[in-house]
């Protein structure tokens, strides 16, 4: 079955740069479409960028300036990276699929990652 | 960017009771609206697609409606197990925009 799974440091320092990578299995890269989606504590949804599955990409403009994803179709993974953090980008980070014949809806995501930008 | 303005913020209703949510974009956003259930400490869940269309495995007393910048999401004979946020998210336009979210409780 389809599954997404998000890893990374809980904990970076502003100013740093946030690596994570998103984990798939029961799917190919090579025929699906990433999403990386941010939800600040007790707050919504942010989506922050896609990578599709010709590896094109497309972000926010919101933080675009900041922000890359990429991918390793061999490990199944998908990464981001996003520099100069700052308190504001504390969150919980999730990737999702853009789901089959769902229009942009996202129908497979991840458990999610905390991250919190502290010193 | 299109915005969300979803409403209301919070709901309170009694089990078996139908309610409503509501989201209005910015501008015509085509039927390109997805509803999700977000349950506390989880990831969202996709209820909805296309403005109405029910994705697999989703009750059926979840339905979507709307066209145009208005758009809402009914859930019949409230359930417990319905006690979550709920969002709506457009994907006419990049970005992709979430609305705010209501949180649905049982009274």
């Known amino acids: 079955q389809v599954q997404l799974k998000e890893s990374g440091p809980g904990l970076v320092q502003p100013s740093q740069t946030l690596s994570?990578?998103?984990t798939v299995s029961g799917l190919s890269l090579t025929s699906n479409s990433v999403s990386w989606i941010?939800?600040?504590p007790g707050k919504g949804l942010e989506w922050m960028g896609v990578i599709?599955?010709?590896g094109g990409t497309d972000y926010n403009s919101a933080i675009k300036?900041?922000?890359?994803?990429s991918r390793?179709?061999?490990?199944s993974q998908v990464f981001l990276k996003m520099n100069s953090l700052q308190t504001e980008d504390t969150a919980?980070?999730?990737c999702a699929r853009k789901g089959i014949r769902r229009g942009g809806s996202f129908d497979y995501w991840g458990q999610g990652v905390m991250v919190t930008v502290s010193s | 960017d299109i915005q969300m303005t979803q409403s209301p913020a919070s709901l309170s209703a009694s089990l078996g009771e139908t309610v409503t949510i509501e989201c209005r974009a910015s501008e015509d956003i085509y039927n390109g609206l997805a509803w999700y259930q977000q349950k506390p400490g989880k990831s969202p869940q996709l209820l909805i697609y296309n403005a109405n269309s029910l994705h697999t495995g989703v009750p059926s007393?979840?339905?979507g409606s709307g066209s145009g910048t208005q758009y809402s999401l009914k859930i019949n004979s409230l359930q417990s197990?319905?006690?979550?946020?709920y969002f709506c998210q457009q994907y006419y336009d990049y970005p992709f925009t979430f609305g705010s979210g209501t949180k649905l409780e049982i009274k």
């Open chain 2, 81 to 85: 197990e319905d006690v979550a946020s």
């Open chain 1, 92 to 94: 919980m980070y999730f």
């Open chain 2, 61 to 63: 007393r979840f339905s």
């Open chain 1, 20 to 22: 994570l990578t998103c």
């Open chain 1, 52 to 54: 599709w599955s010709n």
């Open chain 1, 72 to 75: 390793d179709t061999s490990k």
């Open chain 1, 38 to 40: 941010r939800q600040p």
């Open chain 1, 65 to 69: 300036s900041r922000l890359s994803i």
